[in-house]
């Protein structure tokens, strides 16, 4: 597959670990300069710019809250500073704070809309009006399975999930004119950090229902958002795409 994404400077937000930094190292072995954005683990930050810049890519890692607007614009004009402009941007940051509703703090409804919902706001954002000007740029937005079907236990992420599935389909019918790409994918469930609190019971019940009888891994979900980054997705805008051993169809 041509990806035609080789010198493209792209940005992909929680790249620290899991499926952030599988995408940001699988975009630069096809070619690109990869920012990652994250939080707070500075050494996963590290190791994944490491990794890439062994790749022979150029890279930094951006410390900054994508819930938080200035934060997010500050970071996204340095980038524009330093490395000319911004072809692809993965929001890929994202929490669980998982409660069922009766028992759910308003604390934890908004922490996970800020961080999972609004971050994607603040983030395209601050891309668009670049990628307007040069006519061209791919947004790929990770959702979940969770804001397809709704979760019990997952109010506030299902909503967030669910919001970045609408904000991907309007965002897409806003920028298709002007030759800009936006999808997302929607994971089940992948091996990473994420799923590690879940209890053994009810990763076995999961289990059980997925086709493949296995949990995905972060690569896997990497080689999507390639895919949507790639000449070879040309005329894919405003799908979301689930990836989950064909748990939900
Ligand atoms: P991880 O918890 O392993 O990684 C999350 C990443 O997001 C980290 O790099 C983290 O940075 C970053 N992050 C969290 N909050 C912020 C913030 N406020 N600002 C900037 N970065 C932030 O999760 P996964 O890799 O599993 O998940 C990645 C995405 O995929 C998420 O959007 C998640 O919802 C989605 N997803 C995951 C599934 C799974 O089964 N794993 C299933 C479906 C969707 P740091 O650690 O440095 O704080």
């Not at 096809?30 to 954005?37: C, D, S, Y």
Request: hydrophobic share 40%; with cysteine; glycine share 10%.
């Amino acid at each position: 597959m041509k990806t035609g994404i080789e010198n493209k400077i792209a940005v992909v937000t929680g790249g620290s670990h899991g499926i952030g930094r599988a995408i940001a190292i699988a975009l630069a072995k096809e070619g690109a300069h990869v920012i990652i954005n994250y939080h707070r683990d500075d050494k996963g930050a590290q190791n994944a710019i490491d990794e890439i810049t062994a790749q022979g890519r150029r890279s930094k890692a951006i410390k900054a809250d994508v819930s938080n607007y200035s934060a997010v614009t500050n970071m996204m004009k340095d980038i524009k500073n330093e490395f000319g402009s911004i072809d692809i941007l993965v929001n890929n940051a994202g929490i669980t704070r998982d409660n069922l509703l009766m028992r759910m703090k308003v604390e934890e409804w908004q922490e996970v809309i800020n961080t999972n919902l609004s971050g994607v706001f603040n983030c395209s954002k601050a891309v668009v009006i670049g990628m307007m000007r040069q006519k061209s740029g791919k947004i790929v937005n990770i959702s979940s399975i969770s804001g397809v079907t709704g979760v019990p236990g997952q109010i506030n992420y299902s909503s967030s999930k669910g919001g970045i599935i609408s904000f991907t389909k309007a965002l897409a019918k806003e920028l298709a004119p002007l030759g800009i790409n936006v999808n997302a994918v929607a994971p089940g469930f992948i091996e990473t950090k994420m799923i590690d609190g879940i209890p053994v019971q009810n990763k076995k019940m999961a289990l059980d229902l997925i086709p493949f009888k296995r949990f995905g891994k972060p690569e896997e979900v990497a080689s999507l958002v390639v895919f949507l980054v790639s000449e070879a997705s040309s005329y894919i805008t405003g799908q979301v795409i689930n990836i989950d051993g064909g748990l939900v169809t």
